[in-house]
């Protein structure tokens, strides 16, 4: 291919490391999904693993030769929760850089989510009321709305690979494990709604948004999709009965057994549990009866900031 007239977004998440293509006309040339779990173990001892490392360290590699082959000219990488909580965060920024030759950047969580906000929101009608956008990473789970024109959104330390580690939510855990996942969930959405009361103090009307592979995962499992369609999971809905069903039933399985559940994503059995605990326990504070799923995200607002 010839040119340099494409863009590119990376996102180095606590679980998976993505990359979105986009062309000059604004086409999708690919959106890529790897589970690297970058963040495994960092919740418990605050450093990022050799063995983490090198797995998406390998993936960036990749990345960069599908890069090249599209044409891209202008990129953004971008990592989160887990390096921001690791003592050699800096080591693999470095590391990044040099195997993508792109200048790594560590996102703080409020600036992570106005990007996931903007990306979330920009193919959907305006609401009626204010909007707000939950996006559950591994590590980190941010809460987004926009209130008289301005974005306010607040990090939440909890995510699916960090809850699933701390409470051992891989396995049916004894009941008392659940209890004490949704304690800490809890206990961050107090904090979360202090620091933002617009995310109970809003216009009628609005919206919960979803993002990322926890939500994506339960669309396509309540829809009963064999294999992943995005067509079908964005801008699909899932209700609060639903995901408080999933939480009952994928709570109760093993890892093996989630992981033969048809649109079960390889990667995403063992910490799905986590993640759903977060979904439902959003939806029940912030009084929301339906989650909207969206498949655009962080990715597609690091496009846009780009053409800004």
């Known amino acids: 291919m010839t040119g340099h007239d494409a863009t590119a977004a990376i996102d180095c998440g606590t679980n998976s490391t993505r990359l979105l293509i986009v062309g000059a006309d604004g086409t999708v040339r690919t959106r890529q999904m790897r589970i690297t779990r970058l963040g495994q173990g960092v919740d418990a001892t605050n450093t990022l693993s050799p063995a983490a490392l090198t797995r998406t360290l390998d993936v960036l590699r990749d990345y960069r030769v599908a890069m090249d082959a599209e044409g891209v000219g202008r990129a953004r990488l971008v990592a989160t929760s887990a390096v921001r909580d690791a003592t050699n965060g800096e080591d693999f920024l470095r590391a990044a850089s040099e195997v993508t030759r792109c200048q790594a950047e560590l996102l703080p969580g409020d600036e992570e989510g106005r990007l996931a906000f903007r990306g979330a929101t920009a193919d959907l009608d305006a609401a009626e009321g204010d909007d707000v956008v939950v996006d559950i990473g591994g590590g980190s789970t941010e809460l987004i709305t926009e209130s008289n024109g301005a974005i306010r959104a607040v990090s939440l330390q909890l995510g699916c690979v960090r809850l699933s580690e701390r409470y051992q939510l891989q396995d049916p855990p004894p009941a008392a494990d659940h209890a004490g996942a949704v304690t800490a969930i809890e206990a961050e959405l107090d904090r ?39 067509s079908r999971v964005h801008h699909a809905v899932l209700s609060g009965d639903a995901v ?65």
């Open 192 to 230: 979360a709604v202090s620091e933002v009361p617009e995310l109970v103090g809003r216009r009628p009307g609005g919206r919960l948004i979803g993002l990322a592979g926890t939500v994506s995962t339960l669309a396509a499992l309540d829809l009963g999709l064999v294999t992943y369609d995005r």
């Open 244 to 308: 408080a069903r999933w939480c009952t039933v994928l709570g109760a399985e093993t890892a093996a057994e989630r992981a033969t559940r048809p649109g079960m994503l390889e990667g995403r059995q063992d910490v799905i549990v986590g993640g759903a605990l977060v979904l439902r326990q959003v939806m029940e504070r912030l009084g929301f009866a339906s989650c909207l799923v969206s498949e655009s995200d962080i990715l597609d607002g690091l496009i846009e900031s780009l053409q800004d």
